[in-house]
Each structure stands twice: as C-alpha cells, then as structure tokens.
C-alpha cells in the first residue's frame, strides 16, 4: 500500500474537531507524514450583491475568522512535538465537492472526516466521499482513541478484501508489530440447503468448511510480513452480515475496522460496495478505514465535480 505523505482533515467548528486532530497527528506520527491539510468548508452562501457592495470585506472576514478558529484547536490539540507541516483552507460552496476537489488538488493520501451521534453540527458526507474521493477515508465516531491495538478486517476473500487485509498488515508494521489484525469471513446457510437432503446443521459445517479452505488460499496470496493474521468465522443467522461485523468489533474490543473499497477500475469506481455503504450508514463507534487503491477515481473526478 502506499506511504501516507498527505492527510486532508474536514474540520465543521464542533467538538468532534479535537478527536480529529488528534486522529491526524497518530497517522502522521506513524507513516512520518509531510502535511496537513486542515479543512472546513462555508455552506453555499446567499448574500445579495448590493450586501456584498456594502460590506465588500463581509465574505474574507468569515474566512479569515475560519481560519483562526482552526488553528487555534489545532494548536490545543495537534502533538507539540510533532513536526509537520500544516495548511488551513477555507472554502465556500457544496461540502463534498469542496473537500473531493481539495484531495484531487493537493494528491492527498487520506481524508479524515467525523461520524456524529450526539454532538450537534453539520457533520460531512461520508457515503458520497467514500464512493467519490481518489484516495482512502478515515471515519471517526466521536470519542474515538486514535490507537491501533486490535484491527478487524471483514473479509470475502476478493481482490478488495487483499488491499484492506494489506493495509492493516502495514499499519501492524508501522506500530512495532504490536497490532492484532482479526480477518473475519460472514458465511451463511443458502435457504435451498434441504434440497440437498442435509441438516441445516450440516450444511453449516459444509459452508464453514469451504470458508477454511477459502481463506487458505487468500491467506497464500499475501505477504503477511511475519505477523500473525487470526483467522475468524461468523455464521450470519440474520442475512445482516454488518450486524454480525459490528458486534464482533465491539465484542473483541477493536479500535479499527478496515475494508476495501470494490471499485478498483474506472469503470466500477463510484461503487464502493454495499457492505462498506452499511457499514459507513449503521457503525457508530469503531473506526472506518475505507481503503482506495490512489488514484482509481483519478480519471473522472473532474466530471464528478460538475455533477
């Protein structure tokens, strides 16, 4: 995977920019990151020209005072000992095109956003960023640690599970070897199973069986760099494998999730797949880290920001 030299941070002025900051300064500690882009962008304003006329200064002064407030909680709360470069960019107009032209602009390598449950604010557009952006997201739930002891990796064995399974061995190799990485496969009985004259016991055993023999063979196709991948089975009894990811998350204490955008061509690049489009709509409490192979979306963002 690639090295993570440029992070895009979409700050909205709530409580939830402290957790970011924070969040920002760990990845950059670990990939020895060059810059921060701290973000926040102005809703499409309405201003009547003849206001503008009167107070031709009215739009900069917003801006600048953005920016102000930006770098004073980046200040309280980015590591003083970190050293980096940072930036702070305040633009007006549609949130995620803003933020989507920035990561094409600057050739970020990650965009960081927040997931709000009870903190007030606008929050931003996590799904149509994780279908759009050119590069990985991090979506944070609020009151989220930035810490990686235990990475949880839902895995169907295709090429998009590869990259995320990849990336959590990167990210174990960036922190000392110390992260657990869990690759968990959702299986589950096909409603025809009687028609083969088995158990619904049975059948089980068979599908969990072709998973072992399944993940085997994805297994050989990875460098593993020497660390240990625990492999997982979850029988999904309620045709809702997401349920069945989220709990497993919270049961074994996970401090991140990590799955693999589907769309890996330009053709397919706008589809991130429905597993990671639920996971994005229903976890609320443990890390998502959507990965993107950089550059995929690279060809056609420029149609995209004039949709």
């Known amino acids: 995977m690639y090295q993570i030299k440029k992070i895009i941070v979409c700050l909205d002025q709530s409580e939830m920019d402290k957790t970011l900051v924070k969040f920002a300064a760990f990845i950059a500690k670990s990939n020895q990151s060059k810059k ?13 020209k003849d206001v503008l006329s009167e107070f031709p200064n009215l739009i900069n002064n917003m801006v600048e005072e953005r920016k102000s407030q930006m770098e004073q909680v980046v200040k309280e709360n980015l590591d ?40 007030s604010g606008s929050g931003v557009i996590t799904q149509r960023l ?12 609020e009151n989220s640690s930035p810490k990686v002891k235990k990475i949880l990796v839902p895995s169907d064995f295709s090429d998009y599970s590869k990259d995320a399974l990849e990336e959590a061995i990167e990210i174990t190799e960036k ?23 088995k158990t619904y016991e049975e059948f089980s055993e068979i599908m969990l069986m072709h998973a ?3 993940y085997k063979k994805f297994i050989r196709k990875i460098d593993t760099k020497g660390h ?5 089975y979850t029988k999904d009894e309620d045709d809702d494998p997401v349920v069945d990811i989220i709990n497993k998350a919270e049961e074994i204490d996970a401090n991140l999730i990590i799955i693999g955008a589907k769309g ?14 639920r996971l994005i709509q229903v976890n609320n409490k443990v890390p998502l880290l959507v990965t993107r192979p950089k550059g995929k979306n690279a060809g056609i963002i420029e149609y995209i920001l004039e949709i």
Do not use: M, W
């Open 175 to 197: 922190n000392g070897g110390k992260s657990d990485i869990i690759c968990q496969n959702v299986y589950s009985v096909p409603s025809g199973y009687h028609f083969t004259g």
């Open 80 to 119: 003083p000992n970190l050293k980096i470069n940072t930036s702070f960019v305040v633009r007006e107009g549609q949130l995620s095109k803003k933020i989507l032209k920035l990561a094409s602009e600057k050739s970020a390598d990650i965009i960081l956003v927040g997931k709000k449950t009870t903190i």
């Open 264 to 277: 890996r061509t330009a053709a397919t690049a706008l589809f991130i797949g429905s597993l990671a489009e």
């Open 212 to 214: 072992e023999v399944n």
């Open 228 to 232: 240990k991948i625990k492999p997982l």
């Open 130 to 141: 994780a279908r759009r952006a050119s590069c990985s997201l991090l979506i944070v739930p």
């Open 36 to 48: 921060i882009y701290f973000t926040n962008i102005i809703r499409n304003l309405s201003i009547p």
